[in-house]
T-cell receptor
Framework: EAQVTQNPRYLITVTGKKLTVTCSQNMNHEYMSWYRQDPGLGLRQIYY???????DKGDVPEGYKVSRKEKRNFPLILESPSPNQTSLYFC??????????????FGNGTRLTVT | AQSVTQLDSHVSVSEGTPVLLRCNYS??????LFWYVQHPNKGLQLLLK??????LVKGINGFEAEFKKSETSFHLTKPSAHMSDAAEYFC???????????FGAGTRLFVKA
């Protein structure tokens, strides 16, 4: 089954403890992206990747890192999480990096709480 | 700056009545426009997309949207609401180049029995 898989689904952590949220897609998509969803703000783009080893900042990249060493994986790294990063996170992918004609395929989300 | 505005944060309709969810985007040539739906505790599912082939776009579950360039709008409609339509709806725009995807703030649809 074609899908985007995020892990974990729920995560509670403490301020400053490094964490990684994994994202994997099995559709051979070139474009992958991370979003955070907060009430009243919709989804905001954190980082995106157009292909292996090609990443760029979205609208809210502060406090996050990403890497794209393989086409299928696009982990989101919080080196020193803070409470304002408590949010619902979504990973998404689509076949081609440009033009934006294809819709995004979303994972089921990761709900992160930082205390 | 490029932006997407969903004009209503909440919409409440009775079952069987029409649904209208409004979306305006900042003007640019060659936008790709999408509507996604998010049911509680679920990921986002594509409802429909506009990519310049036709201005009236039909989607899943009886939804459709009309692209109006002169009004920079892409409103979502459905003739008759069903209880299962209760969810949050997002209008999404990708501009030429397509590297950034811009989401509206969302409209929560309530359907009363």
């Amino acid at each position: 089954e074609a899908q985007v898989t995020q892990n974990p689904r729920y995560l509670i952590t403490v301020t400053g403890k490094k964490l990684t949220v994994t994202c994997s897609q099995n559709m051979n998509h070139e474009y992958m992206s991370w979003y955070r969803q907060d009430p009243g703000l919709g989804l905001r783009q954190i980082y995106y990747s157009m292909n292996v080893e090609v990443t760029d900042k979205g609208d809210v990249p502060e406090g996050y890192k990403v890497s794209r060493k393989e086409k299928r994986n696009f982990p989101l790294i919080l080196e020193s999480p803070s409470p304002n990063q408590t949010s619902l996170y979504f990973c998404a992918s689509r076949p081609e990096p440009g033009q934006g004609l294809s819709p995004l395929h979303f994972g089921n989300g990761t709900r992160l709480t930082v205390t | 700056a490029q932006s997407v505005t969903q004009l209503d944060s909440h919409v409440s309709v009775s079952e069987g009545t029409p649904v209208l969810l409004r979306c305006n985007y900042s003007s640019s040539y060659s936008p790709s426009l999408f509507w996604y739906v998010q049911h509680p505790n679920k990921g986002l599912q594509l409802l429909l997309k506009y990519t310049s082939a036709a201005t009236l776009v039909k989607g899943i579950n009886g939804f459709e949207a009309e692209f109006k360039k002169s009004e920079t709008s892409f409103h979502l409609t459905k003739p008759s609401a069903h209880m299962s339509d209760a969810a949050e709806y997002f209008c999404v725009v990708t501009y030429t180049g397509g590297f950034k995807t811009i989401f509206g703030a969302g409209t929560r649809l309530f359907v009363k029995a």
